[in-house]
């Protein structure tokens, strides 16, 4: 039987889950490449009682949170949101980066966006890859990293 993978928008039912995903992932040093926030209980608790404009998800896997993402900006004023993944260690090579980009893309083009932004470390070759084969264009550098653009 295949795992069933679900996007849930983050609400305060995943406070715990999502302070403990952050947790492991923080602990491990994944937030190396991903560091849009910190990676802790406060932050955590932050995102749960959110309610602006801005979509915060997580990936799960028979409801236990493989992956966290966001399309952000749409509260600061932009028309283009920003996007930001990731996927836990131990759930990496099973194509879920790839799922949940998809999913992130049909949630903003459901708000309107024209398209999507993202950064992204050049020597992050796995995630420059993935953008790669989901048309992203890579347009200059900013703050160090890759800065490329999708049109939906």
Not at 10 to 29: G, K
Not at 58 to 83: A, F, H, N
Not at 121 to 135: H, I
């Amino acid at each position: 039987m295949r795992n069933k993978i679900q996007y849930c928008r983050i609400d305060t039912t995943w406070t715990d889950q999502l302070t403990s995903f952050f947790e492991r992932i923080h602990t491990n040093s994944q937030d190396k490449y991903f560091h849009p926030h910190p990676f802790d209980q406060k932050k955590a608790q932050e995102l749960c009682c959110y309610t602006g404009f801005d979509l915060y998800y997580v990936q799960t896997i028979e409801t236990k949170i493989c992956g966290y993402g966001m399309l952000r900006g749409w509260d600061q004023g932009y028309k283009i949101p920003s996007l930001g993944i990731i996927i836990h260690s131990d759930y990496r090579g099973r194509g879920l980066g790839k799922k949940f980009m998809k999913f992130l893309h049909e949630q903003a083009g459901k708000k309107g966006a024209k398209k999507i932004r993202l950064k992204v470390y050049p020597e992050n070759l796995s995630a420059v890859n993935l953008y790669k084969k989901l048309e992203y264009s890579f347009l200059g550098k900013e703050e160090g990293q890759l800065l490329a653009f999708v049109e939906l």
